[in-house]
């Protein structure tokens, strides 16, 4: 994990990406059930980054039509923070599972833990998960 981290989002050192704010709330969110490593922190705050890049996205699509750049940015957000949940450690339960939505009145991105886990802080309810934060 840390070589395609580093390899995407260079900091000018070996620590890797930088620990935001928002990063940090959501792995404290994911805490019982992930433990906390200096990993898990850069990709939760990749996840944020992204999320919070897409959440614009779709506050803009709601006032008009995206244009084709902004539509393949979106694509491109959305696989990507796909591919970050995916590099999480696994819960005792199953993967985490990203999942993105065009409504900006709440989250956009989403992460979906296994449903035994009943994991959530969305109107949703587990099937629904824990929301990114500023996303």
């Given at each position: 994990?840390?070589?395609?981290?580093?390899k995407t989002h260079?900091?000018?050192?070996?620590?890797?990406?930088?620990?935001?704010?928002?990063?940090?709330?959501?792995?404290?969110?994911?805490?019982?059930?992930?433990?906390?490593?200096?990993?898990?922190?850069?990709?939760?705050?990749?996840?944020?980054?992204?999320?919070?890049?897409?959440?614009?996205?779709?506050?803009?699509?709601?006032?008009?039509?995206?244009?084709?750049?902004?539509?393949?940015?979106?694509?491109?957000?959305?696989?990507?923070?796909?591919?970050?949940?995916?590099?999480?450690?696994?819960?005792?339960?199953?993967?985490?599972?990203?999942?993105?939505?065009?409504?900006?009145?709440g989250y956009t991105v989403?992460?979906?833990?296994?449903?035994?886990?009943?994991?959530?802080?969305?109107?949703?309810?587990?099937?629904?998960?824990?929301?990114?934060?500023?996303?």
């Amino acid at each position: 994990m840390t070589a395609y981290l580093h390899k995407t989002h260079e900091t000018g050192d070996d620590s890797g990406p930088r620990v935001t704010a928002p990063g940090r709330e959501l792995a404290d969110k994911l805490l019982p059930y992930l433990g906390m490593t200096r990993q898990i922190l850069q990709t939760c705050s990749l996840i944020a980054r992204h999320g919070r890049t897409h959440g614009r996205l779709m506050e803009l699509q709601c006032h008009r039509e995206l244009t084709p750049r902004e539509q393949s940015k979106e694509a491109w957000l959305e696989d990507r923070i796909e591919h970050l949940a995916g590099l999480l450690p696994h819960t005792d339960a199953g993967p985490i599972v990203a999942r993105c939505s065009g409504d900006p009145r709440g989250y956009t991105v989403k992460l979906i833990l296994p449903l035994c886990l009943r994991a959530y802080d969305t109107w949703g309810g587990p099937e629904d998960g824990l929301g990114v934060p500023n996303s």
